[in-house]
């Protein structure tokens, strides 16, 4: 080393800075000219909308469409509005959508799509759910690098009254009782909350301590407590008396998630024909079909059903969707 | 533009006097580490803002599964970091191994994107990381106090972690840069990420040098650094003394995260500026880095130490105390950020000259690493103390803690004699 002038080193660090400058900008040259996604533009015939009707609403490369619920693998509607998940009860939707380059929002919408409410969220988009009235909304985001544990990730789980405007920004001040008993830690993250028929009770996926549980929730006493483990993303039955939800292969959401439901009068818990792992909260499209999300090798989404009763077996149901919702 | 500013270090031994030192800038290795940390931490840092945006909108992965190996990949670096060490204690190959310290953390870059979905290579990608960080920083530490006179070590920790901040700042903008520019491909960013790496390792190849003249460490005919011999640190009483105190220390700090949550449960803050209060934290380190360097080689570097550990104690009581609004959230990270700027490269400025040359790698990495595991202590235990308590006792319990910590730290050095060789008559 000492053989070379502080000249030369100079020379050979601007030479690689120039060399790998340039493999820096080719690649990203080449990364840029890949297709991005076109945005779709809406359908001439009928526009997309929310009202109750024998039709499924999803998310098409990032836009909301909806397709016949007799034949959702057919003609599709698509709207010019983004969103990462959305979902829709009762004429309202709701609809995660990038705000500005890196930042995203909840948006509330109507029957005819056009936004009513928003509310920035910190994180990523992650869930969405309104209750059945159309009354309440929910959603869930990822949050990087401030969990106690400097590395983890953790949630930030809200929720908005679309009548009086209140908002729960994060469940994370509720109390908690654990096993009967009171509970507190700074590691606890809620995500997934499906809303009960009163529009005040909920039940939603609490973790803390490396473990998972069901909880139910009021949202007036702002009160959650611990039903049972090991169960995530639940989603009501129309009915009101089954939770579908995604159950830890062994425990260990590192080994997968098997899509089952859970009997709340008897608190049996009843795997459904679908044997792959599903990373999401389903919809119930009525009171014996679930609807879910599920990702080929390459990333792309494509919607799937399977009955709720264990029986039967899975079907695609709308290729190149995900985030599916009925619309009642 | 920083070439010129090079001193060159000294052939003869340091001179002991504060006539010299005024002279001293920090030494051309201490500005080419610096330069090298810089650049390495703007790749880092790139990877570390859109890693989160890649997982879950890139990849669609539930990033929850990701912490469950966190406590097995910190022990594995702790000892990874003891074994580098002393490995480079041991060949006199303090360059090469910082060198493989940063080449790993580069290619794990790349390895981002051979991981494609699949979560274990993914977290073996960041385990590779992780583990290039730990086993770079105790040679390059050890370095820097190897090429600096030992009166100004702290000024020359001062402006190397200075430098270091700096990169971390940038990093996220040239990640957002790159976004914008080529749209939605992480893939770019992380080949941008490693090409800056790569950069920084060429940097070190050409400009880091092994030795300086003069560093009494050097002679090829001295023996090699046994086991048996590193493990006499434990038995030299001013190491031991020195490795116990940083791991005491380390029991004081409850982590980032919390000081955040507690400082985002007392102001309410919308939950979308959480992210700004680690950049406000990292501004106070930057700006406060190198003067907290210069007063420690004027006034000691314990006192500075104390005083930065002090800070903490006061941050703890302000998360717990009757301040609010603003001005509770500009002290506390003023005085948060005022904390690593005091003890971060202070306490391994402080280390340097009690470690003997031979072992100065290996002593260092066994500082750096009993800090870890005991932080690793404290943050369990502080989790612990919420749960039992609630958040306000358990941040007056770690304020408690933070004193008791001081006094035992105290008790541990304070022997002029022994750990400030160099202390400034008045």
């Given amino acids: 080393m000492t053989a070379m002038s502080t000249r030369a080193k100079l020379a050979v660090v601007v030479a690689s800075a120039v060399l790998l400058g340039a493999v820096a900008a080719g690649y990203a040259a080449t990364a840029a000219q890949a297709p991005g996604t076109p945005p779709p533009a809406s359908d001439g015939e009928q526009p997309v909308t929310l009202a109750p009707g024998p039709r499924l609403l999803a998310i098409t490369d990032r836009h909301v469409s909806t397709v016949a619920a007799t034949d959702p693998a057919g003609p599709r509607t698509v709207a010019g509005l983004e969103c990462l998940r959305v979902y829709a009860a009762a004429g309202t939707g709701i609809c995660l959508k990038p705000e500005t380059a890196w930042s995203y929002q909840m948006v509330v919408l109507d029957a005819a799509l056009r936004q009513t409410r928003a509310v920035s969220v910190p994180g990523l988009p992650n869930r969405a759910r309104v209750s059945a009235s159309g009354r309440m909304v929910s959603w869930t985001t990822f949050v990087g690098g401030d969990s106690y544990t400097s590395s983890g990730f953790s949630t930030r789980t809200g929720i908005l009254d679309t009548h009086t405007g209140a908002t729960v920004a994060s469940l994370e001040g509720f109390t908690i009782t654990r096993d009967g008993r009171g509970y507190r830690n700074p590691d606890v993250n809620y995500w997934g909350v499906t809303f009960t028929a009163d529009d005040n009770r909920f039940y939603a996926t609490m973790a803390t301590g490396g473990r998972r549980y069901l909880v139910r929730g009021d949202l007036a006493a702002r009160t959650v407590e611990t039903l049972k483990e090991n169960v995530e993303c639940p989603s009501l039955s129309p009915d009101g008396t089954r939770l579908a939800f995604k159950e830890a292969v062994d425990a260990d959401p590192a080994k997968g998630w098997r899509l089952s439901v859970l009997d709340l009068g008897t608190m049996r818990v009843t795997a459904t024909a679908e044997t792959r792992s599903v990373d999401d909260q389903a919809a119930w499209l009525d009171g014996g079909t679930l609807a879910y999300t599920l990702r080929g090798d390459d990333g792309q989404p494509d919607v799937w059903t399977v009955p709720a009763d264990g029986s039967g077996s899975s079907t695609l149901a709308i290729p190149g969707a995900e985030s599916p919702s009925p619309l009642t | ?426």
């Fill in chain 2, 1 to 426: 533009m920083y070439l010129s500013t090079v001193s060159r270090p000294a052939a003869d031994p340091p001179a002991s006097g504060p006539r010299r030192r005024r002279f001293a800038l920090v030494s051309g290795n201490v500005v080419a580490l610096g330069t090298v940390s810089l650049i390495t931490d703007v790749s880092a840092e790139m990877v570390a803002a859109v890693l989160p945006l890649y997982l879950v909108l890139g990849l669609h992965l539930s990033p929850l599964a990701f912490g469950v190996l966190d406590g097995v990949h910190t022990g594995a670096t702790a000892l990874l970091r003891v074994v580098g060490g002393f490995a480079a204690d041991r060949f006199r190959r303090r360059k090469l191994i910082a060198g493989i310290g940063y080449a790993l953390s580069a290619v794990a870059k790349l390895g981002l994107l051979l991981a494609g979905r699949s979560i274990p290579a993914i977290g073996a990608v960041i385990a590779v990381d992780r583990l290039g960080k730990g086993v770079r920083s105790a040679p390059r530490d050890a370095l820097i106090t190897l090429s600096t006179p030992p009166g100004a070590l702290g000024r020359a920790f001062g402006v190397h972690r200075a430098m270091d901040s700096v990169g971390a700042f940038l990093g996220p903008l040239v990640a957002f840069a790159v976004l914008l520019v080529v749209g939605q491909s992480y893939d770019a960013v992380f080949v941008t990420s490693f090409c800056i790496a790569a950069l920084a390792v060429v940097v070190l190849v050409l400009f880091v040098r092994e030795r300086s003249p003069g560093d009494g460490v050097s002679d090829p005919n001295d023996p090699k650094v046994s086991v048996v011999e590193a493990f006499g640190l434990f038995r030299s009483g001013p190491a031991r003394r020195l490795v116990l105190a940083a791991a005491l220390l380390g029991l004081a700090t409850i982590g980032d995260g919390f000081v955040y949550l507690l400082l985002q449960h007392r102001m309410d803050l919308g939950l979308r500026w959480f992210p700004l209060l680690a950049v406000g934290t990292s501004l106070a380190y930057l700006v406060l880095a190198a003067p907290l360097g210069v007063l420690a080689d004027r006034i000691g570097r314990l006192p500075v130490v104390i005083g930065g550990y002090t800070a903490l104690g006061v941050t703890y009581l302000l998360l717990a105390g009757p301040v609010d609004g603003w001005p509770l959230i500009a002290l506390t990270l003023t005085l948060y950020g005022g904390f690593y700027a005091a003890t971060d490269g202070v306490l391994i400025a402080l280390a340097g000259p009690v470690l003997p040359a031979r072992l100065r790698t290996t002593g260092i990495a066994l500082v750096q690493t009993g800090q870890a595991l005991a932080y690793l202590v404290s943050s369990v235990l502080f989790g612990l103390a919420w749960q039992a308590w609630g958040p306000e006792a358990a941040i007056r319990a770690a304020a408690v803690a933070v004193a008791a910590v001081l006094v035992g730290t105290l008790w541990l050095l304070a022997s002029p004699s022994r750990l400030s060789p160099r202390r400034v008559p008045r």
